[in-house]
């Protein structure tokens, strides 16, 4: 492991700050550092407040660094588990440590990060995001690429914003983007700006990578996802050291420090666990699913649940919500114990789908579930492979088939995609393709890959094709932002199209009150009657 360059008067400290790194074991560090740009940092106190080989972290250090001559080293020995008085004691006494200077700046509080053997080349990386309970970095920097009614709104709250004229402006000039991007930490966009962005700027890589807008519609408080995504931090490692990770202030109470510290440590373990998913609920950005071989990344997560696959599936019954689909992410006993627990909690109520094959689709339909969801099996090499097709019908029979034909747009066409979404198949999306399908499934799952899980809107073409050819039930997912696009569905696949809400449910992270998505599908059935 690299070891990290101090000031040469660190003394001692430096020099045992030095062996811990070339211990090569895994490590994170809450950085108290300088908020202005350039300024220098030295060691003040390193504190040890957690041990956990099971999980890939071998220690974690509390690392106090100010612009000042570090004195002591103070290693708090623990057991196999984050204890809480521990890392409160170490809060305190760096928060403590903290007042014996005065400064004309509040100190933040930062995650480094590194791994013990651990090879960028070769081994998986890992990256994801967390809305932590306590904005970090208050005074974060955001830019509003807005329309009309978003450039007064982000004025009225004193948002620093551009319109489309001033974006052209930047004529994507390289040198220009980058200054732009360099400026602010995170920018916001509104939907008829979003879509224009490779256009006004260019490509996103080596421009602006790492910052594209984040959607704002119309019908959310630009005021609260300001908020929001001061309150979001990323954790993405591609080196062997990853630093920079704000998680707190000193102008904050010890208790919020607590809080944003520990939940950031328990997201980071789930980063880093051993068994792929764990057995816990997400939702992902459904284009960035990979399997899991070499050194390709884990799914970029939108929100991971404390809650169960089965406490979910139970309020799906509460509410008289049938066929969720319940999707294993992974092919480990923790995924698919999960999945077992879900159906017990909802027998009859939920579809499953995710590594099924003529082998064990029929567990799954004797265990509780009302469907099973297929794609990359019945597909081999680019080809639909009908005998496979035939021999699920005939294990499990064709009421009890879903056919997931999730599709991206390639060559002006919908090409159906398999292995995760990541491999284009020879078959595309027509009619004459859904007739024939039609004979072997009781249902059609479609998500549109390309907008999946980045609420960027529907794709209302793909909705309107499968409305007008689908001559059986089918269902759409993929973009649903707000409660108008349940409608736009509606409207586009002449109600036709059923539709499901994942990432943008308040359930999951999101926006949407799920309270008001079941009204809404309360409704459609009245209305059906």
């Not at 690429?145 to 709250?157: M, N, R």
């Not at 029929?362 to 794609?375: D, P, Q, R």
């Not at 089918?474 to 696949?493: F, P």
């Not at 009204?519 to 009245?526: D, I, L, M, N, S």
Request: glycine residues 8%; hydrophobic residues 40%; charged residues 25%.
């Amino acid at each position: 492991m690299d070891s990290v360059a101090r000031r040469s008067r660190g003394g001692v400290l430096e020099g045992l700050y030095k062996v811990l790194m070339r211990r090569n074991s895994v490590y994170v560090t809450f950085v108290i550092a300088g908020a202005f740009l350039g300024e220098r940092a030295v060691d003040y106190g390193v504190h040890k407040i957690w041990e956990h080989n099971n999980v890939g972290i071998d220690l974690i250090e509390l690392i106090l660094c100010f612009d000042c001559y570090p004195f002591g080293l103070n290693v708090l020995k623990l057991g196999s588990k984050l204890q809480s008085e521990a890392l409160r004691e170490a809060i305190s006494q760096i928060v403590t440590n903290s007042k014996e200077k005065n400064r004309k700046f509040t100190e933040t509080i930062e995650l480094q990060i590194g791994l013990k053997n651990y090879d960028p080349q070769k081994d998986k990386r890992f990256s994801g995001s967390v809305k932590l309970p306590h904005i970090p970095r208050p005074k974060m920097k955001i830019c509003m690429l807005g329309d009309a009614q978003h450039v007064e709104e982000a004025e009225k709250i004193g948002l620093d914003y551009m319109d489309v004229e001033a974006l052209k402006k930047l004529n994507k000039n390289k040198k220009l983007v980058k200054k732009l991007a360099k400026k602010y930490h995170a920018f916001l966009a509104s939907e008829a700006i979003i879509k224009q962005i490779p256009r006004l700027l260019g490509p996103e890589e080596g421009m602006y990578a790492g910052k594209f807008p984040t959607l704002v519609s119309h019908q959310e408080s630009l005021e609260s996802k300001v908020n929001e995504t001061k309150a979001m931090v990323k954790f993405q490692l591609k080196k062997v050291l990853c630093m920079g990770v704000a998680v707190g202030n000193l102008a904050m109470e010890e208790k919020q420090i607590f809080q944003n510290v520990q939940l950031s440590v328990n997201f980071l373990v789930s980063l880093l666990k051993k068994n792929w998913q764990n057995g816990k609920v997400k939702q992902i950005v459904g284009s960035t699913l990979q399997d899991l071989k070499g050194d390709e990344s884990n799914p970029v997560t939108n929100f991971e649940s404390d809650k169960s696959a089965a406490e979910y599936a139970t309020l799906y019954k509460e509410d008289e919500l049938t066929g969720g689909h319940v999707i294993m992410l992974g092919a480990d006993p923790l995924s698919k114990a999960a999945t077992l627990e879900a159906l017990h909690a909802y027998p009859g109520g939920l579809q499953v789908g995710g590594g099924i094959n003529s082998e064990n689709c029929l567990s799954y339909i004797e265990k509780g579930a009302s469907h099973v969801i297929v794609t990359s099996y019945v597909f081999s090499n680019g080809q639909m492979d009908l005998e496979r097709l035939k021999d699920l019908i005939r294990i499990v029979g064709k009421e009890r088939l879903v056919l997931d034909l999730s599709c991206r747009k390639k060559d002006g066409k919908y090409a159906i995609v398999t292995d995760r979404w990541q491999k284009f198949s020879d078959v595309s999306l027509d009619a004459e393709v859904m007739q024939f399908l039609a004979n072997f499934a009781d249902e059609f799952l479609v998500h549109g890959v390309d907008v999946e899980g980045k609420k960027l809107g529907i794709d209302e073409e793909l909705v309107a094709l499968l409305g007008k050819y689908s001559p059986i039930p089918v269902t759409y997912a993929g973009g649903v932002t707000v409660m108008a696009d349940l409608e736009r569905i509606k409207l586009a696949g002449m109600e036709r199209v059923d539709v499901t809400v994942g990432s943008a449910l308040d359930i999951f992270g999101g926006e949407m009150a799920y309270e008001q998505v079941v009204a809404w599908h309360a409704q459609q059935k009245v209305s059906m009657v």
